[in-house]
């Protein structure tokens, strides 16, 4: 069968002479290239044999080449899976299936690490678990939370937006259930059984790991690798050369707007609410940054307004149209000179909070709820365009709210991938034969490491 898959030469004569653990990092999409790369670069820091896989769901160099080149990160091997969603998972699964069959039959120790609600995170959960290998869940139990309704349709009436926000923030109202977004919502659900070990990046991913049944003592809460690689950002953000390219952005005060999820995308109310609410913001004279991704991309055309945004960037030089940019300093410089980012992401959630910035979550409902109970994020729904305008005016004009939202708790931590990295090895110090999943339940009950205990059997 041909795999596809791109193999570094002599890898797995490599892997043969190996005598270390091999600590495998799986990369897919943008964000958790950036988030996971501390990581990487913390295992090699600490001398330890790390395998990089890329699955080749981003692939593009504005979303995957970029970020290899900034970052020192040149994958070992490439999956590079193609087509829609469940092509995408079903190569996932054969060909990581494949990479780590080959790597057991070296009879090495192999630790996936996959990250948050991706589909490499599934799939890659998957594979591993089929060939009876518990993964590392960094970044794990994301949950959507959602507000009580009769505050969303409270947005319907008059209302006073520094009530909103405290309303908010009453998170004891909030439920979970919520097939928003997809599908990271149900990747990172089914991620879960796959992990040997959850690192959760707060105590509420946490809770919500414990009240699904999975068993406290593989649980850890480190925080966020987000919070090492902005802090590595901040560092280079001087260096960077994003304001000569636009110049005008360097004045600050400027806007953010970033609208990719499908839930968003594929609705032609929900998009067209956040998009003229933008146009109206434009027309005022607020600069804005408008960043669009290949699924902006595919509303713009699919609701004939390529052209009308091609011609407000010519139009109003307040207004910057642009394309992923391939540089995470660049980002991170531009996105400091902001008074606010209005967002539908998941990552840009934790990275307002952590860089004091004061986040418009576009949607009705978070997979990172504790930003918003802290204070640093607001829902903005996208019902009509008057609520959109009307609640992203207030926090850029309202100097109160504002400045509340930048003061509000940092919630992901620091140092997060040496914890990680030193959890991983105390845990397979302790017990060189640590399975990260006890599968049968002779082995959770501990009868394998007693005297009487015959080992061996068939291999499944």
Known sequence: MNRKITIRKNLFSEIKRQKKLIHMVLIATKPDIIKQTPLILELR????????????????????????????????????????????????????????????????????????????????????????IGTAHVEAGLRTMSPPREIIMGLLGKFNVDDYFSELRQNSRWVKGSYEPYPEQF????????AGVHFAPTRLNAEHLLGEGYAGERIYVVGNPVSDVLEYAQERAKKSDIFEKYPFLAKGNAIRFCVHRRENVSSYQRFTAIYEAMVDLIKEGRTILFISLGATEKALEAYNLKEKTIKLAKRYKNFVYSSVWPFYTDVIAAMKKCCLVATDSG????????????????????????????GSNILVPPIKKEIVVRIIREIADNKSLNNKMRQAQKLYGEGVSKKIVNIIKKITKEDPLFNLFELMEHERLGFNKMPFWKTGGVKW
């Open 45 to 132: 820091r600490q001398k330890e044999c790390v395998l990089v896989v890329h699955s080749g769901q981003h692939y593009d160099w504005n979303l995957s080449g970029g970020m290899e080149k900034e970052f020192g990160i040149i994958p070992d091997v490439n999956l590079n899976v193609r087509g829609v969603l469940y092509e995408q998972q079903s190569q996932i699964i054969e060909r990581l299936g494949f990479i780590l069959s080959e790597v057991k039959k070296l009879n090495k120790f192999v630790i996936p690490y996959i990250y948050g609600d991706t589909t490499t995170a599934l799939a890659g959960g998957i594979a591993s678990f089929t060939n009876l």
């Open 187 to 194: 990747d990172t659900r089914a991620a879960a059984p796959s």
């Open 347 to 374: 990552s840009i959630q934790e990275e307002t909070n952590m860089l004091g910035l004061p986040g418009a979550v576009l949607r009705f409902n978070s997979d990172r709820p504790e930003a918003i109970f802290a």
